[in-house]
């Protein structure tokens, strides 16, 4: 059923989808972030997540439902990707796409686990790199189905390529200052919301079949 629903969907209403879920994740995760446990959402200072943790349980439960909320978004992003980039490569899209399936699947098993304390903040955070080596890929691997797509603009895909490794800041850890910190999440942030923007304003550029059969 879920299959059908899939291939159904023309890429055109897939975009809307994308862009609504992202729109509302960024919402969702600035609510997390600024006014729940900071370090929780985006990489941070472990011993202050766990500081934090200790001191607002309360807070932290709403915060590991704001943010799984966020996930699950992910996956539906993931699976609308899916049908707005398959008629240019039906394996690329779905290579895009299980990317970062598997990185919401890795993200929720650690939210879940620290939230019934099977791990701690630090066992978190080993988690949550492996989720953003997943995540990373995805980011790549969409830049590469965007410029090969025909029908997306292919400056989008290069911003997205620049952004997937901008992540490598995160897996090495390399400590940067303040500014460059903040210009390169906003590298990252500012890559997905332009796809999302684009193709929520120009969805009518994208096929209107759902499916082709392609490589």
Do not use: C
Request: aromatic share 10%.
């Amino acid at each position: 059923m879920l299959n059908n629903a899939i291939n159904s969907t023309s890429p055109r209403r897939a975009a809307m989808v994308v862009g609504i879920a992202f729109l509302t994740s960024v919402l969702v995760v600035t609510l997390v972030d600024d006014f729940l446990l900071p370090n929780f959402v985006v990489p941070g200072d472990t011993s202050a997540l766990a500081r934090d943790i200790e001191a607002n349980p309360e807070t932290f439960l709403f915060a590991a439902i704001g943010y799984l909320t966020v996930l699950v978004l992910d996956s539906i992003i993931a699976v609308a990707l899916y049908v707005v980039l398959k008629p240019a490569s039906r394996r690329r899209a779905a290579l895009m796409s299980a990317l970062r399936l598997l990185y919401a699947a890795v993200l929720t098993i650690g939210v879940l686990a620290l939230l019934f304390q099977m791990v701690d903040a630090y066992g978190y955070a080993q988690i949550k790199l492996l989720g953003y080596i997943f995540f990373a890929s995805h980011i790549l691997v969409l830049g590469y189905s965007v410029i090969l797509s025909g029908y997306i603009p292919k400056a989008l895909g290069v911003w997205l390529i620049v952004a997937a490794f901008t992540y490598a800041v995160f897996v090495v850890d390399i400590q940067l200052p303040a500014a460059l910190s903040l210009l390169t999440m906003l590298m990252m942030a500012g890559a997905e919301l332009a796809l999302s923007v684009w193709l929520m304003v120009k969805r009518k550029n994208l096929p209107e079949r759902s499916f082709r059969d392609t490589d």
